[in-house]
C-alpha cells in the first residue's frame, strides 16, 4: 500500500493551497481518508476526514470554514483545499487511510488509521 501525498509548499497567509494524496494497492472505496497534521515541536493533530463514499466530512475546529476535503474514489485519491491559510496551519500534512466496515464512519484518532503517506510540508508565512 501507497500513500503518495504532494501539493504542500511555501504560501503567504491568506494565500491557498490543495494537497492531493494518491492511493495504490489497495481498494480505496473500503477507507475512510483523513489529513492529519504535525507542527515543529508539537503532536501530529487530526485536520480533517472523509467517509468510504465522500458523502460525510469532519473538520477541527480551527480549519472549519477555511478547508474542504473531497475524494474521487475512480482515481483513488484524496483531496484538502486549504484557503484563507495562517501562520498555524504550518506543519507537515500526512494523509491516512482507515479501513472501516460502515460506510459512514469517521475517526478522529491517528490510532485508528491503518495506512499513512510520507507527509507534505506546508509552509505559512506572515
Known amino acids: 500500500v501507497q500513500l503518495q501525498a504532494s501539493g504542500g509548499g511555501l504560501v503567504q497567509a491568506g494565500g491557498s493551497l490543495r494537497l492531493s494524496c494518491a492511493a495504490s494497492?489497495?481498494?480505496?472505496?473500503?477507507?475512510?481518508m483523513g489529513w492529519f497534521r504535525q507542527a515543529p515541536g508539537k503532536e501530529r493533530e487530526f485536520v480533517s476526514a472523509?467517509?468510504?463514499?465522500?458523502?460525510?466530512?469532519l473538520y477541527t475546529d480551527s480549519v472549519k470554514g477555511r478547508f474542504t476535503v473531497s475524494r474521487d474514489n475512480a482515481k483513488n485519491t484524496v483531496y484538502l483545499q486549504m484557503n484563507s491559510l495562517k501562520p498555524e496551519d504550518t506543519a507537515v500534512y500526512y494523509c491516512?487511510?482507515?479501513?472501516?466496515?460502515?460506510?459512514?464512519?469517521?475517526?478522529?484518532?491517528?490510532?485508528?488509521?491503518?495506512?499513512w503517506g510520507q507527509g507534505t510540508l506546508v509552509t505559512v508565512s506572515s
Open positions: 491516512a487511510a482507515d479501513r472501516t466496515i460502515v460506510t459512514g464512519t469517521i475517526r478522529t484518532v491517528a490510532y485508528d488509521y491503518d495506512y
Open positions: 494497492g489497495l481498494t480505496f472505496d473500503d477507507y475512510a
Open positions: 472523509i467517509n468510504r463514499s465522500g458523502s460525510s466530512t
